[in-house]
DNA sequence: CCATTGATCGTCT
DNA sequence: GACGATCAATGGT
């Protein structure tokens, strides 16, 4: 897909789609996208960190489309999201995982724990340690091609070579089949559904 | 392969 | 004060 401001002002679930295949790169790594999910925005994804209106840390997601929204997960981890929609609407699309074609020798000192190649990169906040990703990108403009974090259009997928499910780990929404993935892709991460805690 | 568990802290109620 | 858009280590099948 080509990556202007206003396609990926488009809806959010056929921007999702169109990312599978594209890069995300600094300029010392680059990973080809595999797997993302969609959230759509206020009040209409009951998912989504944004779905009750803007706070701090999702201001960026009301802003213009393009843009990266990092989030702080579990008290470790970083998360990266692509802000879509109209502006206002405060979609996005979290980037789950993808495959490293450039800069595998800084991903694997960056990714100790992955066991192969395949893992640097498989899992959302995988995807973001891989990079060198954490709230310094938050807000940075991924279609200016001096940015720091960038995104890359790449041919499309075969057709029929994309497969969408549940999305991970949300307890909400649960049944919504906005994840979307490039088949037979060994980076996609397991799928793993969502458990609610049990009640006492 | 699968299931379970601990780590760890920002965010919002 | 409870809860995560997660991961790695561990132990079982």
Known sequence: MR????????????????????????????????????????????????????????????????????????????????????????????????????????????????????DLARGPARLCAALGIDATSSGVDLIDSTSPLRLAASAPPRAGLVSSGPRVGVTEAADRPWRFWLDGEPSVSRYRASVRRAPE
């Open 3 to 118: 990556l202007t401001r206003t396609l990926l002002s488009g809806p959010v679930l056929e921007v999702a789609q169109g990312l599978l295949g594209c890069l995300i790169e600094t300029d010392e790594v680059a990973v080809r996208l595999t797997e993302v999910e969609g959230y759509a925005g206020l009040g209409l994804d009951p998912a989504s960190h944004a779905h009750r209106g803007p706070t701090p840390r999702t201001r960026v997601m009301f802003g213009p489309a393009g843009h990266a929204y990092v989030y702080f997960s579990y008290g470790m981890h970083w998360c990266l999201n692509v802000v879509t929609g109209p502006e206002g609407q405060a979609a996005a699309v979290l980037l789950r995982a993808g495959e490293v074609v450039r800069g595998l020798e800084l991903a694997r000192h960056r990714r100790p724990a992955a066991r192969s190649d395949v």
